[in-house]
């Protein structure tokens, strides 16, 4: 018989499974550098992937500054 604190254990796996499922995933590949300002997107960033813009004009692009 469950108690109280398997059936939270079990909501909470639900829980986290159905938000996992709801990230965005990124098929495009990314491009290797920024298409606002030419420079270099390093390789960490771009191993994201559907990385555009390098962190900097991204951040402007957001409004971020």
């Given at each position: 018989?469950?108690?109280?604190?398997?059936?939270?254990?079990?909501?909470?796996?639900?829980?986290?499974?159905a938000r996992l499922r709801a990230l965005p995933t990124f098929n495009?590949?990314?491009?290797?550098?920024?298409?606002?300002?030419?420079?270099?997107?390093?390789?960490?960033?771009r191993a994201i992937g559907g990385v555009t813009r390098c962190v900097d004009c991204q951040n402007h692009f957001e409004g971020r500054r």
């Amino acid at each position: 018989m469950a108690d109280d604190i398997d059936r939270a254990g079990e909501r909470i796996d639900a829980e986290m499974t159905a938000r996992l499922r709801a990230l965005p995933t990124f098929n495009m590949p990314s491009l290797l550098d920024c298409q606002a300002c030419g420079e270099e997107i390093p390789s960490k960033r771009r191993a994201i992937g559907g990385v555009t813009r390098c962190v900097d004009c991204q951040n402007h692009f957001e409004g971020r500054r």
